[in-house]
């Protein structure tokens, strides 16, 4: 338990060290959340997108 | 187009589930960890994705079942369906599981046996469309496929479940079962993330019925 709070008290530490200047890491990565919620959303828009697309190609052959 | 009937209340539960995942996944507290740090959150995002595409896969290998056993069409398109609305989810989740891993383990693909247990399973069942379309025959097409669909459904599961448990991984729940780990999940981080998987479960069966409707009159011209 002691051992367990240390190790993550120093990787915290160690952490702040070497964080980069790298923007997609800033304000604690969130990010890389929102990248992450754009891409689902946005697969998934391109998927109905498709869809529909077939749709339509399917009553213009009618 | 009775399959758009029941919808109603998919559709309500999709959209309420997912609305209230999409805000509390990013306003509500999460639990303070390093090298992750705000990243948690991407768990309401990514592992929903892989629960959707093993629901679909397993409602798809049922439907091949009753292919096999009461030998009507309409089961097999309703398994092709939901099997490549299933890949579609799948392939989300490696990509934002991708994104995920660049930022926290340092690189966009590691050796972790779950990514290349899902890489494979993915492989797997993208040769169960290119076995579908190189048969013309639709009586043999459905047949084979279906056979094609219950084994590859038999093989997730030691890919997904089995084999990177018993192994060393950067995913939480190695050598154990991750759903009865109370150290990896804490009671926040469960109040978005189930309503989350529901909610796109829900959506994952919404676009099946959609595709299933095409299909089924695509088969009828």
Request: hydrophobic share 50%.
């Amino acid at each position: 338990m002691i051992i367990e709070m240390i190790i993550n008290f120093l990787s915290f530490f160690l952490n702040i060290q070497v964080e980069m200047a790298d923007t997609f890491r800033a304000d604690g990565k969130i990010y890389v959340v929102i990248l992450v919620a754009l891409i689902i959303l946005i697969g998934i828009f391109l998927y109905l997108y498709r869809i529909e697309k077939k749709i339509n190609d399917m009553n213009k052959n009618k | 187009m009775e399959e758009l009937k029941n919808l109603k209340y998919i559709k309500l539960f999709s959209v309420s589930l997912l609305i209230y995942a999409f805000i509390g996944g990013f306003l509500f507290d999460v639990p303070a960890l390093p090298i992750l740090n705000e990243s948690i959150r991407v768990l309401y995002f990514h592992v929903p994705m892989w629960f959707t595409m093993i629901f679909l896969l397993l409602i798809s290998c049922i439907n091949s079942f009753y292919f096999i056993s009461r030998k009507k069409i309409i089961y097999d398109t309703k398994s092709y369906t939901y099997t490549s609305v299933a890949v579609f989810f799948g392939f989300l989740g490696i990509l934002s599981g991708m994104i995920w891993a660049k930022f926290t383990w340092g690189s966009f693909w590691t050796n972790d046996p779950k990514l290349n247990g899902s890489a494979i399973t993915l492989l797997i069942y993208l040769s169960y469309f290119l076995l579908r379309n190189s048969i013309s025959d639709e009586i043999k097409k459905a047949k084979i496929s279906s056979v094609y669909n219950i084994f590859a459904f038999s093989m997730l599961i030691p890919l997904i479940f089995i084999l990177p448990r018993m192994t060393d991984s950067l995913h939480p729940g190695s050598g154990g079962n991750p759903g009865f780990n109370v150290y990896d999940m804490n009671s926040q981080l469960r109040m978005v993330f189930y309503p989350s998987v529901l909610g796109f479960i829900f959506l994952g069966i919404w676009i099946s019925k959609l595709k299933l409707v095409l299909n089924v009159l695509k088969n009828d011209n």
